[in-house]
């Protein structure tokens, strides 16, 4: 049985060689059917140029990052209503809007996202935490990113030639902050709290820094996260060591239960922060927990009382209220000018291709926008970017002085 299996197998074999070793046209297979054509992808309409706008549209902060978002929307339909020529034709600026919640991973997987569509451009992110590292994804894609906010140093100290800010940085934010701690506020012993962000612990340490070189002191350090609502602990520690300004690290959305916990817990403390609580709703989420004088904080950018861009953003203000019915919260004039200055250097360059157009950006100077004139410097931050030093006095952000 095993050898007449055997034997058959080998008959078997011996026939498909046969088969195989046959002239062609006997051994062939049928001839398949030709396939059907592909059809072309859709060319890329020439006319319709897409940048983006990237922000925290949800979660604790969103209403600073629709703030922004309303920015970008403005200055679109303003370049699109005058009408823009690139190369001689007459483009179409598209708006793409992107929520990254002020949440890292999602602020990457949203670069990610936009590198792969290809955009012309991008403004954002709002938070140092997203914009640092969406900047790589943007610079490995070959993409300029102009961030209206972000102030850690970090963002264009990496290297990227596709990264540009348009406000000052930490350095300049926490350490004109820790100064003024000391010499105006004449604080003894101060307090410094951060949220654990990159923004949060950015100008935290830089107030720091800036507090002992002033010949002050820095009798507490402690910690919170961007998400947290219950600050006792670390408060009572603080009023603990008799603090007489306690600096914020962080957001407005934090900020304002913090106050009211200072409140109820009877420390009498100037508070200090950076941009992040420079905001009005600032005033709302902390209510009559601040008294008049009580808040000092800081812009990262600002105009001159009495100069043409004062005139110039007080017109983009009223604009602006009238057509979202809000107020500005902060950096939406800056987002307005990032959009701005982005489509001036297409059309200066001749081209929406980032590679040709983002030699153009780089050398902007003294682009005139609303937030100031506009000059980069070689590593893309804003030349002699000013700081709008502010407290509240009758329930409203006051403007105390603008510092350069």
């Known amino acids: 049985m095993q050898f007449k299996m055997s034997s058959t197998l080998t008959v078997l074999a011996a026939a498909v060689l046969l088969v195989a070793c046959g002239k062609k046209e006997e051994a062939a297979a049928p001839a398949a059917a030709p ?16 940048i ?54 999602q602020g990457t997987a949203v670069a990610q996202k936009l590198a792969d569509a290809k955009v012309a451009g991008v403004i954002g992110h709002l938070n140092s935490g997203t914009t640092i590292p969406a900047s790589k994804i943007y610079s490995d894609a070959g993409i300029p990113q102009v961030s209206p906010s972000a102030t850690n140093p970090k963002y264009t100290r990496q290297g990227f030639k596709t990264a540009f800010r348009l406000v000052a940085d930490d350095t300049q934010l926490g350490g004109t902050l820790g100064k003024y701690a000391v010499t105006t506020l004449k604080g003894k012993s101060i307090a410094v709290i951060d949220d654990r962000t990159a923004y949060g612990q950015g100008v935290a340490q830089e107030f720091a820094k800036a507090v002992e070189a002033a010949g002050g002191k820095v009798v507490a350090t402690e910690f919170t996260t961007d998400k947290a609502t219950d600050f006792n602990a670390i408060l009572t520690t603080i009023k603990g060591k008799k603090a007489d300004v306690v600096f914020f690290g962080g957001m407005d959305a934090v900020a304002g239960p913090m106050l009211r916990q200072m409140k109820s817990l009877g420390i009498k403390a100037k508070f200090m922060g950076g941009d992040g609580i420079c905001s009005s ?11 008049d004088g009580q808040v000092y904080c800081a812009e990262a950018g600002g105009v001159e009382p009495g100069s043409t861009f004062e005139t110039a953003q007080a017109e983009f203000k009223k604009n602006f209220k009238a057509k979202f019915g809000a107020d500005v919260q902060v950096y939406a004039p800056y987002v307005y000018d990032g ?31 609303v937030t100031g004139n506009i000059s980069f410097d070689e590593k893309g931050d804003i030349l002699n970017g000013a700081l709008t030093l502010k407290t509240i006095k009758g329930g409203k952000l006051e403007t105390m002085s603008v510092i350069r």
Do not use: R, W
Not at 35 to 50: E, F, G, I, L
Not at 88 to 98: F, N, P, R, S
Not at 281 to 291: M, Q, R, T, Y
């Open 35 to 50: 396939a059907a054509p592909v059809a072309a992808a859709p060319a890329a309409d020439a006319s319709v140029v897409t």
């Open 52 to 105: 983006a706008h990237v922000g925290p549209t949800s979660g604790a902060i969103a209403h600073l990052g629709k703030d922004n978002e309303n920015g970008a929307i403005m200055a679109v339909e303003e370049l699109n209503a005058a009408g823009v020529m690139i190369d001689g034709k007459k483009v179409t600026i598209k708006l793409m809007v992107e929520d990254d919640a002020a949440d890292p991973k």
């Open 281 to 291: 709703e600032l005033v709302k989420l902390a209510g009559d927990a601040v008294s």
């Open 339 to 369: 959009v701005k200055v982005m489509v001036a250097a297409m059309v200066k360059a001749g081209s929406s291709d980032p590679a040709k157009y983002l030699p153009v950006l780089a050398a902007t100077k003294d682009y005139s926008g």
